[in-house]
């Protein structure tokens, strides 16, 4: 626990959290679209990132997805990561975060996102706390109450995640768990 480091302002903004939005594009992944010769779409995801997002859940925080894309290989992600709230192909983002927020029986000041680019705007600014990669849109870190050192689909989730667990008392007893797992 010692290598987080994040200031308390921070994680006291962050402390009430119980639904976490992100982004795909630029958030879980790095931003590129892969095609191949036949046209499929390929995405590369994190290890890292996926597990933030279980221990999210462990945690009773529900991670939840927006984005404007849908494919096989994204679908094929979030199931196999136990994700089901997730709207797929969705370009007009907060009418699909106040629906989710309505259904899950949260509001506003209970949710925070992660987001890299203009489409995440709407929701970054309505939520609690907002955060981006470190190579997100100038306009999006501009108003993040956290910017990741890491970039998107290096890590930037993973880095949300944890600074979530700590700021909602998670994390400590997280890493304690995993410890013993491996005893």
């Avoid at 699909?96 to 209970?110: I, K, N, R, T």
């Avoid at 849109?137 to 910017?147: G, M, S």
Wanted: negative net charge; contains cysteine; glycine residues 10%.
């Amino acid at each position: 626990m010692a290598a987080l480091k994040f200031r308390p302002e921070t994680l006291l903004a962050a402390q009430d959290i119980r639904v976490a939005f992100f982004d795909i594009d630029g958030v879980l992944t790095d931003g590129g679209i892969y095609f191949t010769e036949h046209g499929e779409t390929l995405k590369r995801f994190s290890i890292l990132d996926g597990l933030g997002l279980k221990l999210l859940r462990s945690a009773g925080i529900t991670p939840a997805v927006i984005t404007g894309r849908d494919s096989k290989p994204l679908r094929a992600r979030l199931e196999a990561l136990g994700i089901d709230q997730v709207r797929y192909g969705t370009e007009d983002k907060l009418p699909a975060a106040e629906a989710m927020l309505a259904a899950l029986g949260f509001d506003w000041s209970q949710a925070a996102a992660i987001g890299d680019d203009w489409p995440d705007l709407p929701v970054l600014g309505r939520v609690a706390f907002a955060a981006a990669p470190a190579n997100a849109h100038a306009e999006v870190r501009a108003i993040a109450r956290h910017v990741t050192t890491a970039r998107g689909g290096e890590g930037a989730a993973r880095e949300f995640c944890d600074l979530l667990l700590l700021a909602g008392g998670h994390y400590g007893r997280l890493l304690e768990q995993a410890r013993g797992a491996r005893a």
